[in-house]
């Protein structure tokens, strides 16, 4: 049973889609089942959460020569973050080699 959303009568089946009696407003069925499928049954969960621990630090990202503001350091690993994709360009995360201190390529 589905009613219209324009004038709330009784609407009927038509092939794919939903047609109002009244006012002859249409909208497609295939996406209402469609929504009642993903709503009903969701995600399929097997494949769990990816276990990172036996993940070495090191190899997170590649190392690049950059001054660590904390410590002085002169080594650190860096991954490439686009901000906002609208307005900004991709920035580069820094994060010390040595003590673990992350910065911003831009923060000066
Ligand atoms: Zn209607
Ligand atoms: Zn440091």
């Known amino acids: 049973m589905e009613f ?8 009927h089946g038509d ?6 009696g009244s006012c002859e407003f ?14 009903t ?4 969960t097997d494949s769990g959460p990816v276990d990172m621990s ?11 020569a ?9 080594r ?3 991954e490439m973050k686009q901000i906002r994709a609208a307005d900004e360009s991709e920035t580069r995360f820094f994060t010390c080699t040595e003590c673990g201190h992350k910065w911003r390529e831009d923060d000066h």
């Open 41 to 44: 049954h969701g995600q399929d």
């Open 4 to 11: 219209c959303d324009e004038c709330g009568s009784m609407m």
């Open 15 to 20: 092939d794919g889609l939903w047609v109002c």
């Open 54 to 64: 036996d993940v070495d630090d090191e190899e997170i990202g590649p190392t690049t």
């Open 76 to 78: 650190a690993r860096y």
């Open 26 to 39: 249409e909208k497609p069925r295939d996406a209402e089942a469609e929504a009642a499928m993903t709503t």
């Open 66 to 74: 950059a001054r660590c503001p904390e410590c002085g350091h002169d």
